[in-house]
């Protein structure tokens, strides 16, 4: 079997070098991912520019372009066949609720769903620090995990999974849960400054999250120490509100 890893934190992420050493326990794995971070690029093509793709000593491949980038670049061009799977991640940050709208992580999960290879993304929950300290004893969980994904039979189509994994030690995990998304509210994320002429700037990010949601949702599982398992769903479609809408008498 043949695993395509990427990710949105770049080549050198150290959630990459895990998910990749995860994958290759159960299969064989080619590495294609943004050559410096492209965090919150969500779904974004490079349209008005050629974008390249270096091999490493490793034989990973690093492009300089986007998480969809890398996934369409390496089932187009690079690799002879089809992996059977495109894993995304592991992110260094958490992939809920609302973040999957924005997630590179999840958009490289998804372009491979779109060309017909079904797609799993991978983030951590927690901070750098965190991250230093436990990302890496994850790997037994990750395995057993791939391990069951990989496995199934006539995996769901249009449906990729998202998996958040808590920010604790490995041997401290209490299980998995299969969850539904939560809610994830920003406030004071935009910073006002000045550039060295007085005009004025702003950053985006930072500022406080509030999460919520019901003892179903991602962000419970993750607060309790489990991993959570999303299954979602790429047609956005409202189908309750479709006749409803109809009955708007719309145009003319």
């Given at each position: ?123 951590f929950a927690g901070n750098r620090v ?43 995990i209490r299980g998995i849960r299969v ?54 769903h790429v047609d956005l479609t409202n ?14």
């Amino acid at each position: 079997m043949k695993i395509l890893v990427s990710n949105d934190d770049g080549i050198l992420a150290h959630g990459l070098s895990v998910l990749a050493e995860a994958c290759r326990r159960v299969a064989d794995v080619t590495v294609v991912v943004p050559d410096r971070e492209q965090s919150g690029a969500s779904h974004s093509l490079t349209l008005h520019r050629p974008i390249r793709a270096e091999r490493t000593p490793e034989g990973a491949y690093q492009v300089d372009g986007t998480p969809t980038d890398c996934v369409l670049l390496a089932l187009g061009a690079l690799l002879p066949e089809k992996p059977a799977f495109v894993f995304s991640g592991i992110n260094h940050g958490p992939n809920m609720g609302e973040d999957v709208l924005y997630s590179g992580t999840v958009a490289a999960a998804m372009e491979g769903l779109s060309l017909g290879i079904p797609g799993i993304a991978i983030s951590f929950a927690g901070n750098r620090v965190d991250r230093e300290a436990h990302l890496s004893t994850h790997v037994s969980w990750l395995e057993a995990l791939l391990s069951a994904i990989v496995a199934v039979k006539d995996f769901p189509k249009e449906t990729l999974l998202n998996i958040n994994l808590p920010p604790i030690p490995g041997e401290n995990i209490r299980g998995i849960r299969v969850t539904t998304l939560g809610k994830r509210v920003f406030s004071e994320s935009i910073t006002e400054t000045k550039d060295p002429w007085g005009r004025k700037m702003y950053w985006i990010g930072g500022g406080q999250i509030t999460w919520s949601g019901g003892s179903d949702s991602d962000f419970q599982a993750v607060a309790d120490g489990y991993i959570s398992v999303t299954p979602l769903h790429v047609d956005l479609t409202n189908y309750k509100l479709l006749e409803e809408v109809r009955s708007w008498r719309l145009g003319r």
